[in-house]
């Protein structure tokens, strides 16, 4: 599988068959590499309803017609624009022609603001994602939370991870993550888009060498086969 970073929380995953685009962030991302308009894609993840994980998700799917996979309360909220979806629940899976896409819990919020509205958009998650016989786990964002343990039980190739702080966990809590989900290699995110969660991802990939775990931050543009 073929990993492409556009900054923040937003990757394009190449699998055999499919391009799967996770939590789209183009529009006022100020790292983004492109603009929404660039991207192609087969699929489009959401983790969770906040406008930095959601933004172009529908314009993404409605021109690539591709269909927004996410919690019930996303895919409904976008069904109802006519974007094609199929809403999932924490624990839930399905089986789509390219692998197996499970939502796993995760500890942080989930809306859309608009005009001063806020719309709640049901529970945050992660994405567990198995095709081609690897299996990747986007965290979403997160606070650190002991069953992670459980969702690197059976192996992960590659763990993708928020270290920005503020509004997810660190560097420290990401480094526990990492003792409880015993990846093969993981990849930070949701870091240095805005002062709040600006950290460094080197000092935090020597830090989890220090533990024996292999981290591999990589710059918005840039990709990484797995």
């Known amino acids: 599988m073929k990993l492409t970073y556009f900054g923040h929380s937003c990757f394009l995953l190449e699998v055999p068959g499919a391009r799967l685009l996770l939590d789209p962030y183009f529009t006022g991302n100020p790292l983004?590499?492109?603009?929404?308009?660039?991207?192609?894609?087969?699929?489009?993840l959401c983790s969770h309803g906040h406008e930095d994980h959601t933004c172009d998700a529908l314009e993404i799917s409605r021109r690539n017609g591709a269909p927004i996979l996410a919690n019930y309360e996303i895919a409904e909220f976008f069904a109802a624009q006519g974007a094609q979806t199929h809403g999932l629940n924490p624990g839930g899976g399905f089986d789509?022609?390219?692998?197996?896409?499970?939502?796993?819990?995760?500890?942080?919020?989930?809306?859309?603001?608009?005009?001063?509205?806020?719309?709640?958009?049901?529970e945050p998650c992660?994405?567990?994602?198995?095709?081609?016989?690897?299996?990747?786990?986007?965290?979403?964002?997160?606070?650190?939370?002991?069953?992670?343990?459980?969702i690197g039980r059976a192996g992960l190739d590659a763990a993708l991870l928020p270290i920005g702080d503020n509004f997810t966990m660190g560097p420290a809590?990401?480094?526990?993550?990492?003792?409880?989900l015993r990846p093969k290699l993981c990849?930070?995110?949701?870091?240095?888009?805005?002062?709040e969660i600006r950290q460094d991802p080197e000092r935090f990939a020597a830090a989890?060498?220090?533990?024996g775990h292999a981290v591999h931050p990589i710059r918005p543009g840039e990709s990484l086969t797995i």
């Open 32 to 44: 983004a590499p492109c603009r929404a308009a660039d991207v192609a894609c087969d699929y489009v």
């Open 96 to 122: 789509f022609p390219f692998g197996r896409v499970k939502l796993t819990l995760a500890f942080h919020s989930s809306s859309w603001i608009e005009n001063g509205r806020i719309t709640y958009l049901g």
């Open 126 to 150: 992660g994405l567990l994602i198995a095709t081609a016989g690897k299996k990747l786990y986007h965290a979403g964002d997160t606070a650190l939370f002991s069953d992670m343990q459980l």
């Open 173 to 180: 809590d990401a480094l526990e993550a990492l003792d409880f």
């Open 187 to 195: 990849i930070p995110m949701h870091y240095n888009t805005w002062p």
């Open 208 to 211: 989890a060498a220090n533990r």
